[in-house]
């Protein structure tokens, strides 16, 4: 099994969208316990790594380019209504194509958007924008905060499930920037 490793002060293993099996572990681990450490989670990983979506077309630089104009189009209009209505102010709205997060909230009021939220249902957008938003009342996670996003979109769990189930699945379109 093909597996690379980032060292780091975590014991973890990884699968990212596109199926590659990641090995976090001290630098102080030999190349024997990290191998004995991967064969006694096979199982975990076959399983994971089966889980994955069927793999879909990677993104052209012209489909990448696409998506973010789309994006500085919709996006802000959406946070100026929800800002709107949340009674919170902002910064800069920042379109970017992030691997990991799909949106995220600076305690300057700046805000950043994943261009791939274009290929996701508006209510999922929605969602995302709502979210981050609620972080200008709140930053944390907090039974306060949750309570501020459903305030806005009572169904906002089933946004959060779609990101989670389908998420991974948009991830895997970004291109590969080692490719380039």
Same mark, same amino acid.
């Given at each position: 099994m093909e597996y690379r490793v980032l060292r780091s002060r975590r014991k973890t293993i990884e699968i990212t969208p596109r199926g590659d099996v990641l090995v976090r572990c001290p630098? &102080?681990?030999?190349?024997?316990?990290?191998?004995?450490?991967v064969d006694s989670r096979r199982d975990w990983i076959l399983t994971h790594l089966n889980r994955l979506p069927p793999q879909a077309d990677i993104l052209s630089d012209a489909e990448m380019g696409e998506l973010a104009q789309q994006a500085k189009l919709v996006i802000p209009p959406k946070v100026r209504y929800y800002s709107g209505?949340? &009674?919170? %102010?902002?910064?800069?709205? #920042?379109? &970017?194509?992030? &691997? #990991?997060?799909?949106g995220s909230?600076?305690?300057?009021? %700046?805000?950043n958007f994943n261009c791939l939220l274009m290929l996701a249902p508006e209510d999922v957008l929605d969602y995302v924008i709502v979210h981050e938003l609620c972080h200008r009342k709140e930053m944390n996670h907090s039974a306060r905060f949750w309570a501020e996003v459903e305030s806005i979109l009572p169904d906002y769990r089933q946004q959060r499930r779609w990101l989670r189930e389908h998420g991974s699945a948009l991830l895997a379109r970004l291109p590969d920037p080692a490719q380039k």
């Open positions: 630098q &102080r681990l030999s190349k024997r316990e990290i191998q004995h450490f209505v949340l &009674r919170v %102010n902002y910064d800069r709205i #920042t379109i &970017r194509a992030q &691997r #990991t997060r799909w909230c600076s305690a300057a009021g %700046n805000l």
